[in-house]
């Protein structure tokens, strides 16, 4: 059989190869670009709902849609720094319905300040998001997605256990304040979106441990040999993940002044949507909470203007698959150059 790349023949080839300046200059383009591209179609889509739909741009509008997105913005925070270390967790959804079981037994069965409470649930979430997936994963090397599957099933099992698959009201004029009220103007669940954004963003950033999470998710092997501790690099950001779920569950039990053991099951799958929209790559080792925020932005943008267009939620759920489909496909690209695909539709068979 004829060898195809003993010729001059480049069709069907991988032309990083043979012009690695030429691929490195494309993947440093998509790099830096995908945060830039999703912004703009943020814009764009603002654009356009903004001049279709008279009532978008009005200020309470604009409140809603960004109070809105307060549950899922914490949790696809969290999600973000589990990506950049190369897993994922499935179990976010179901560590937010308990934690808001959780906040129900502080509050009323222990007796605590509803501060008090709010504080300890997030902690202790994150305490066992630390001792299940963290030590799971990080000490003991089980793989991510049987390990938080296996915490999805447990923590949902749960909550079904303490709450007998009923909702807990939960009534307290602190939570009341949380959900609908604001500072100069400023809801306070946008308040509370800024300043997780802005400690994850420094997080990330500027400590030791945001360039160990970006060292231990692009080459795991090569960080441990360089003696940073893998273990508990992946046990904190396991924590973190479990206490923004934790957090988006206090804005829920705020909004809607209960714990519902139905909260959190497809929420999971908005998170991963935002995160991987703004650019953070499953790999590991790239991203950041700039584009996740962006992402967040751009889904929640799409779901109230198809909201106040009258379009079915459904074609929300479409366009959101579509997108994130898209976003994977720019990931391939960036990580493996334009010349990865390589489909030939109408090619000659070689013979055997």
Same mark, same amino acid.
């Given at each position: 059989? @004829?060898?195809?790349?003993?010729?001059?023949?480049?069709?069907?080839?991988?032309?990083?190869? @043979?012009?690695?300046?030429?691929?490195?200059?494309?993947?440093?383009?998509?790099?830096?670009?995908?945060?830039?591209?999703?912004?703009?179609?943020?814009?764009?889509?603002?654009?356009?709902?903004?001049?279709?739909?008279?009532?978008?741009?009005?200020?309470?509008?604009?409140?809603?849609?960004?109070?809105?997105?307060?549950?899922?913005?914490?949790?696809?925070?969290?999600?973000?720094?589990?990506?950049?270390?190369?897993?994922?967790?499935?179990?976010?959804?179901?560590?937010?319905?308990?934690?808001?079981?959780?906040?129900?037994?502080?509050?009323?069965?222990?007796?605590?300040?509803?501060?008090?409470?709010?504080?300890?649930?997030?902690?202790?979430?994150?305490?066992?998001?630390?001792?299940?997936?963290?030590?799971?994963?990080?000490?003991?090397?089980?793989?991510?997605?049987?390990?938080?599957?296996?915490?999805?099933?447990?923590?949902?099992?749960?909550?079904?256990?303490?709450?007998?698959?009923?909702?807990?009201?939960?009534?307290?004029?602190?939570?009341?304040?949380?959900?609908?009220?604001?500072?100069?103007?400023?809801?306070?669940?946008?308040?509370?979106?800024?300043?997780?954004?802005?400690?994850?963003?420094?997080?990330?950033?500027?400590?030791?441990?945001?360039?160990?999470?970006?060292?231990?998710?692009?080459?795991?092997?090569?960080?441990?040999?360089?003696?940073?501790?893998?273990?508990?690099?992946?046990?904190?950001?396991?924590?973190?993940?479990?206490?923004?779920?934790?957090?988006?569950?206090?804005?829920?039990?705020?909004?809607?002044?209960?714990?519902?053991?139905?909260?959190?099951? @497809?929420?999971?799958?908005?998170?991963?949507?935002?995160?991987?929209?703004?650019?953070?790559?499953?790999?590991?080792?790239?991203?950041?909470?700039?584009?996740?925020?962006?992402?967040?932005?751009?889904?929640?943008?799409?779901?109230?203007?198809?909201?106040?267009?009258?379009?079915?939620?459904?074609?929300?759920?479409?366009?959101?698959?579509?997108?994130?489909?898209?976003?994977?496909?720019?990931?391939?690209?960036?990580?493996?150059?334009?010349?990865?695909?390589?489909?030939?539709?109408?090619?000659?068979?070689?013979?055997?």
């Amino acid at each position: 059989m @004829t060898d195809i790349q003993s010729g001059p023949r480049t069709e069907g080839r991988d032309l990083s190869a @043979t012009d690695p300046h030429l691929s490195s200059r494309v993947r440093s383009f998509l790099a830096h670009s995908r945060i830039a591209m999703i912004a703009i179609g943020l814009v764009l889509l603002i654009a356009y709902f903004a001049v279709t739909q008279p009532t978008f741009t009005t200020e309470a509008n604009i409140k809603t849609l960004l109070t809105s997105v307060s549950i899922l913005w914490m949790l696809s925070m969290g999600l973000t720094f589990v990506l950049i270390l190369g897993g994922f967790d499935l179990s976010i959804g179901s560590m937010m319905a308990l934690s808001g079981f959780i906040l129900a037994w502080f509050y009323h069965d222990l007796g605590f300040p509803i501060f008090v409470a709010c504080v300890a649930t997030v902690v202790l979430a994150g305490a066992l998001g630390a001792l299940s997936n963290g030590f799971l994963i990080g000490r003991l090397r089980a793989s991510f997605m049987v390990v938080t599957l296996g915490t999805l099933s447990l923590f949902r099992g749960l909550v079904n256990l303490v709450s007998g698959t009923e909702t807990k009201a939960i009534n307290s004029g602190f939570l009341d304040g949380m959900a609908f009220g604001s500072v100069v103007g400023i809801p306070i669940p946008v308040i509370m979106m800024a300043v997780v954004f802005f400690a994850a963003w420094w997080v990330l950033r500027f400590t030791h441990f945001g360039r160990d999470l970006y060292a231990v998710g692009g080459n795991f092997q090569a960080a441990r040999l360089a003696g940073i501790n893998t273990t508990r690099v992946t046990i904190w950001v396991y924590a973190i993940c479990a206490s923004a779920a934790a957090l988006g569950a206090v804005l829920q039990c705020a909004r809607v002044a209960a714990a519902s053991p139905q909260v959190g099951d @497809t929420i999971m799958f908005d998170a991963a949507a935002a995160v991987l929209l703004g650019g953070t790559a499953l790999r590991g080792g790239s991203g950041g909470v700039v584009g996740t925020a962006i992402g967040v932005l751009f889904l929640g943008t799409l779901a109230n203007g198809l909201a106040i267009s009258g379009v079915p939620s459904y074609w929300q759920q479409i366009l959101s698959g579509l997108i994130v489909a898209g976003a994977a496909v720019s990931e391939i690209l960036q990580r493996e150059g334009l010349w990865s695909i390589n489909i030939r539709l109408f090619s000659r068979r070689e013979p055997h």
